[in-house]
């Protein structure tokens, strides 16, 4: 299952492209866990939807670090950043944005919203109502924006990374089910360990961290690496692996709700960023293994008699990890 291939690499891929990525995002880790203190694995998370593309939903209780992330990964990269505070008075114009009728030029103008950036650091997401939220649904799946019939391209690159309360707390609404399945990823930020909330207090207590933080890479050397990340190799035993783990979930007597379509290629495209900041040039079946989780679980929804049972989300699906049978690497190289 570890073998590497060999002659599989991409016209145009060079060695020294992934090299620079590991080295990018090594400096991007490294400025971030400056902020975000015992957290590793939760920046890892954002660097690899980061880098494959995709969008981050950050889900967690008040006060352990969502904006705090999402803001430190917007001020590692020197391009364009904007925060929508989600309240349950913001309307979806105050998204995408309006068209005002100009008095001078006697024609309507257009006032983007605050998508328009690189990174969108969405707060709070679910204390908009469902209609405020769904104005979110075009721009996150086809980076565009439509308003009175004309479309507008949203910056390259385009990520939102949102945060999000427990929906058992007071004035919050349900992500819908669309909506979920358009963010790659769910991670949670969890309480920081002893250690890390004591150098928390001594770090952070007589200043901004996010002060001290200045950007590491740029807008355009994020997009380049992008490029990077679609060039790493994926062989049909492991293509055929994340749509056996997909079909899990759809077939599954506990699940109501299994995976998408949009989940199967989220889930191979976020491992192909996992295995560049590894340094491979191709997928593994263990790459699919650890993402499932953050991957697949946010978009499923329990079976009534699951739920009674107290069966979670999340053990369904490492059942299924567990289950579901491994490519075999004897009949050749599985990355490749």
Not at 66 to 80: D, E, F, S
Not at 180 to 200: H, I, K, L, Q, T
Not at 289 to 295: E, H, M, N
């Amino acid at each position: 299952m570890t073998a590497t291939p060999t002659g599989q690499r991409r016209a145009g891929q060079r060695p020294e492209d992934l090299a620079h990525l590991v080295e990018v995002a090594a400096r991007l880790q490294q400025a971030a866990e400056t902020v975000i203190e015992g957290k590793p694995e939760v920046v890892r998370a954002a660097l690899t939807v980061l880098l494959a593309q995709g969008h981050l939903l950050v889900e967690d209780v008040p006060g352990v670090g969502k904006t705090m992330l999402a803001k430190t990964l917007a001020r590692t990269i020197n391009g364009t950043v904007r925060r929508i505070q989600f309240t349950p008075d913001l309307m979806p114009s105050d998204v995408t944005g309006v068209s005002i009728f100009n008095q001078d030029t006697r024609e309507f103008e257009f006032r983007p919203g605050g998508v328009f950036a690189n990174i969108v650091v969405g707060d709070e997401i679910n204390r908009a109502s469902p209609k405020t939220q769904s104005a979110l649904l075009e721009c996150m799946e086809e980076r565009q924006v439509t308003v009175d019939n004309q479309t507008f391209m949203l910056d390259d690159p385009f990520m939102v990374v949102a945060t999000q309360n427990p929906i058992e707390m007071e004035g919050t609404y349900p992500l819908p089910e669309a909506q979920r399945d358009r963010f790659m990823a769910r991670v949670s930020m969890g309480y920081p360990v002893a250690s890390a909330e004591y150098a928390m207090l001594v770090n952070h207590a007589g200043e901004d961290p996010l002060d001290r933080l200045r950007p590491v890479t740029d807008a355009a050397e994020i997009a380049q690496l992008i490029r990077v990340v679609r060039s790493v190799f994926v062989s049909p035993a492991v293509q055929r692996y994340a749509v056996d783990l997909a079909t899990a979930t759809r077939q599954s007597p506990e699940l109501r709700l299994g995976s998408s379509p949009r989940a199967t290629l989220h889930l191979v495209r976020a491992a192909k960023a996992a295995a560049a900041l590894e340094g491979r040039e191709y997928v593994l079946p263990d790459d699919l293994q650890r993402l499932a989780q953050p991957v697949l679980s946010h978009r499923m929804i329990l079976t009534s008699e699951a739920a009674m049972q107290g069966r979670t989300v999340e053990q369904v699906v490492a059942t299924i990890v567990a289950v579901v049978g491994v490519p075999d690497s004897g009949s050749g190289p599985v990355g490749g």
